[in-house]
């Protein structure tokens, strides 16, 4: 049961225009979600987050959105660069009953931007 | 300040053998995940160790374990290993309690032959 799921396995976009990537998820008791971006030969490297309890979070050209009725997030990016072609993973997190908080992950995007 | 690092970087076992990954979390942090990454597709979690106990485990036979030290190192074993568990594995590293973010190390790709 993939509780995080990424639908678009690719993306190509210009350079200069808005990179959206898409991620929904199906457990209500997720509150925290994050967007990794992996380059490869390297592990992932944390992007940008945003609690349950935000509809936005910005960070210069990334921009995270979260529509929990719907139970839907975006990452925008604006405006897309070259550098930002790499895979970009979707994950989510849910406290468990050992009181740790256990994180799980999309099967990816990977973003290619076009020069 | 050093991240997360993972040993070895790349390793080639034959099946039915057994391989040890090891993995230093990152300063500061106190708990380790390990996450299993096969071709083309997202990391999926293995188990989470904290206070050298394994706390959370994800849907993984019991020939994965695991081990925490006490300076909060961690090493993942897979014993009578398959094809199908070639892979890259990745340890990731957080501060114990709350929700906040995971630092990956750059993986250990293991080749079963």
């Known amino acids: 049961d993939q509780q995080v799921k990424q639908n678009s396995p690719s993306l190509s976009v210009q350079e200069g225009r808005i990179s959206i990537l898409n991620c929904d998820y199906t457990?209500?008791?997720?509150?925290?979600f994050l967007w990794y971006k992996k380059y490869p030969a390297e592990g992932p490297t944390f992007l940008i987050s945003?609690?349950?309890?935000?509809d936005k979070n910005e960070d210069g050209r990334f921009t995270v959105f979260l529509n929990k009725s719907a139970k839907h997030l975006s990452l925008h990016i604006v405006p897309s660069q070259p550098g930002d072609s790499a895979v970009y993973f979707c994950?989510?997190?849910?406290?468990?009953?050992?009181?740790?908080?256990?994180?799980?992950f999309g099967t990816g995007t990977r973003l290619k931007v076009l020069a | 300040d050093a991240g997360v690092t993972q040993s070895p970087t790349h390793l080639i076992k034959t099946r039915g053998q057994q391989v040890t990954l090891r993995c230093s979390p990152k300063s500061g942090h106190d708990t380790v995940s390990w996450y299993q990454q096969a071709l083309g597709q997202g990391p999926q979690f293995i188990f989470q160790y904290y206070e050298e106990e394994e706390r959370q485990r994800g849907n993984f036979p019991d020939r994965f374990s695991g081990h925490q030290f006490p300076n909060y190192s961690s090493e993942l074993n897979v014993n009578a290993l398959l094809l199908g568990d070639s892979a890259l594995y990745l340890c990731a590293s957080n501060w114990g309690s709350g929700a906040n973010v995971l630092t990956f190390g750059a993986g250990s790709r293991l080749t079963v032959l």
């Open positions: 945003i609690s349950s309890i935000k």
């Open positions: 994950a989510a997190s849910l406290l468990t009953t050992s009181g740790t908080y256990k994180y799980i």
């Open positions: 457990n209500s008791m997720f509150d925290y």
